[in-house]
């Protein structure tokens, strides 16, 4: 495996965090098939099954996943196709403490040009939501709106 590929895949989400308990011999004998690449991965087992007809529990075995994640993969895949088995992101989504109503206070807090800083901001925001948020969090948030505009 070329170390760009392997930075790709990390970079993408979709490097395997155990090719090494990928024990399918096609993942073990040639250099198409990529045990670092979970969504190649993931697709091969999948086939294996509906295609092949070999045994969920055995196929699980050899790809180095467990029963249950290959339902979620297979669900997955029925849901949205092979893109559907691109690992998610975790964690939050954006910013989940700045509300609509915590961001619009804010803007209005932040003079557009002056020396308010983003600690005092957080003060404010605790003082008024009773929700702590990091100044940079409200930093980026205030530099977000300032690229929309």
Do not use: C, W
Request: aromatic share 6%.
């Amino acid at each position: 495996m070329s170390p760009s590929k392997t930075d790709s895949l990390r970079e993408e989400g979709t490097l395997n965090p155990h090719p090494e308990a990928v024990n399918d011999p096609l993942f073990r004998e040639g250099e198409f098939f990529d045990p670092e690449d979970v969504v190649q991965v993931k697709y091969e087992m999948l086939r294996r099954v509906r295609v092949d007809g070999q045994a969920v529990g055995k196929t699980a075995a050899d790809f180095g996943v467990s029963r249950p994640t290959y339902y979620e993969a297979l669900s997955a895949f029925d849901a949205g196709g092979i893109a559907a088995l691109v690992p998610k992101k975790r964690g939050p989504r954006g910013p989940h403490k700045l509300a609509d109503d915590v961001l619009a206070f804010v803007r209005a807090e932040a003079p557009p040009t002056g020396p308010l800083r983003a600690a005092e901001l957080a003060r404010r925001v605790q003082d008024r939501f009773g929700v702590s948020v990091h100044p940079r969090t409200i930093e980026r948030a205030l530099r977000r709106e300032k690229k929309r505009r």
